[in-house]
């Protein structure tokens, strides 16, 4: 069995958008608070996350995550990668190297937005990790937990899934080879992009987000990286098929 814990459900701005005044943005409703996209994935033994976004820091502290093993990361945009510097914290009180898993042009971009870290003379205190390639055709253990990398289209750009056991995340998703959606097919829980109603170059609509699930047949499917223009969590839960949710942010789940 593992544990998941959606912290973040948001899209790159998160919600409340700054200076928004929209119902979304303004709703007292818990479930429209989003911060922006990651899961924490954790076994008995192994402590896992997807995505250090931009606001990882905050993430750790809510739900007082105290250790990680290995960082996934789907995509090299600073809302999936704009907390790496806080992973320092992680090297202070674990004294070890962080495990950092990403595709090639993640890797690269990574490297060069945060040289500091990986510089050959790095002052003290900067971040020690070791990084991982993924080929998204080769699955990878971290311990115990083995995981199948998915290759996922965001516009034109090729981004990374992850199924563990039988739970897939899938984030910033406008198409999926059928190669690629054949590794989901099983799955009991599936969490999934949905940014808003209107179509997107970039990411599932509503509508395509639920039509991907219901051909899959999964149990159970959430909906995350949602934008404000989604319209209200109350509103929008009204219209979903009855194994189907949006997800929110503190979200727990066992698969």
Request: glycine content about 8%; hydrophobic content about 40%; proline content about 4%.
């Given at each position: 069995m593992i544990k998941v814990v959606i912290l973040g459900?948001?899209?790159?701005?998160?919600?409340?958008l700054i200076g928004c005044q929209c119902a979304v943005c303004m709703s007292e409703d818990k479930r429209d608070k989003r911060l922006r996209s990651s899961v924490f994935i954790e076994?008995?033994?192994?402590?896992?996350?997807?995505?250090t976004s931009a606001d990882f820091r905050y993430q750790m502290i809510k739900h007082k995550i105290r250790r990680l093993d290995a960082i996934l990361?789907?995509?090299?945009?600073?809302d999936h990668i704009g907390g790496i510097d806080d992973l320092r914290a992680f090297n202070f009180i674990q004294k070890e190297r962080m495990k950092m898993y990403a595709n090639e042009l993640t890797l690269k971009t990574i490297k060069k937005d945060y040289a500091y870290n990986f510089s050959e003379?790095?002052?003290?205190n900067t971040l020690d990790a070791d990084l991982f390639l993924v080929d998204p055709q080769t699955p990878f253990s971290v311990k115990d937990?083995?995981?199948?990398?998915?290759?996922v289209w965001h516009s034109d750009i090729e981004?990374?899934?992850f199924r563990v056991g039988d739970f897939t995340y899938i984030t910033?998703?406008?198409?999926?080879?059928e190669k690629e959606i054949?590794?989901?097919?099983?799955?009991?829980?599936?969490?999934?992009?949905?940014?808003r109603k209107e179509k997107h170059h970039g990411h599932f609509t509503l509508n395509e987000a639920i039509d991907f699930a219901q051909k899959l047949k999964i149990p159970q499917t959430y909906f995350t990286h949602i934008s404000h223009q989604m319209g209200l969590t109350k509103d929008v839960m009204k219209e979903l098929p009855e194994n189907i949710s949006l997800a929110y942010d503190g979200l727990s789940i066992e698969v």
């Open positions: 459900t948001g899209n790159s701005t998160g919600i409340p076994t008995e033994n192994t402590h896992i996350l997807i995505d990361y789907t995509h090299f945009h600073k003379n790095k002052a003290e937990v083995n995981i199948i990398p998915i290759s981004i990374l899934g910033d998703a406008s198409k999926l080879e054949q590794k989901i097919v099983g799955s009991k829980v599936l969490v999934i992009n949905a940014l």
